[in-house]
C-alpha cells in the first residue's frame, strides 16, 4: 500500500518560514520523481516543487524561487519543502505529490497524493 503523509504546516505571520515534510511508503521511492503542489480557497491545485530521487534535478514554480526549497533525505524515505517568507496569499493547502519516472509540474499525470497538510499565512 502506497502512503505519502505531509506534515509541518501551521500558522506562521507574513515573512515567516515553516518547513513541510512528506513520508512515503510503499512504493520504490527511486522511480519516483516527488513534487509538491497547493491548494489556496476558490484557486485550482497549482505545482510548487519538484525533485527527481535519482538524480536531484529540480524545479520551482516562478512564483515560489528564491523563497522554497525542495530537497530529499533517500535514506529516510522523505522529501521537504522549506518556505521562506511566506506571503498571505500562500495561505493554501500542501500536497505530497509522486509520479512514477518522469517529472511533471501537472497535477494529472501523479500516481499518487498525501492527505495534505494545511498552511495558514497572516498579514
Known amino acids: 500500500q502506497v502512503q505519502l503523509v505531509e506534515s509541518g504546516g501551521g500558522l506562521v505571520q507574513a515573512g515567516g518560514s515553516l518547513r513541510l515534510s512528506c513520508t512515503a511508503s510503499?512504493?520504490?521511492?527511486?522511480?519516483?520523481?516527488m513534487a509538491w503542489f497547493r491548494q489556496a480557497p476558490g484557486k485550482e491545485r497549482e505545482f510548487v516543487a519538484v525533485i527527481a530521487w535519482s538524480g536531484g534535478t529540480t524545479y520551482y514554480a516562478d512564483s515560489v524561487k528564491g523563497r522554497f526549497t525542495i530537497s530529499r533525505d533517500n535514506a529516510r524515505s522523505m522529501v521537504y519543502l522549506q518556505m521562506d517568507n511566506l506571503k498571505p496569499e500562500e495561505t493554501a493547502v500542501y500536497y505530497c505529490?509522486?509520479?512514477?519516472?518522469?517529472?511533471?509540474?501537472?497535477?494529472?499525470?501523479?500516481?499518487?497524493w498525501g492527505q495534505g497538510t494545511q498552511v495558514t499565512v497572516s498579514s
Open positions: 505529490a509522486a509520479r512514477y519516472r518522469m517529472s511533471s509540474k501537472a497535477p494529472a499525470e501523479y500516481d499518487y
Open positions: 510503499g512504493l520504490t521511492l527511486s522511480y519516483y520523481q
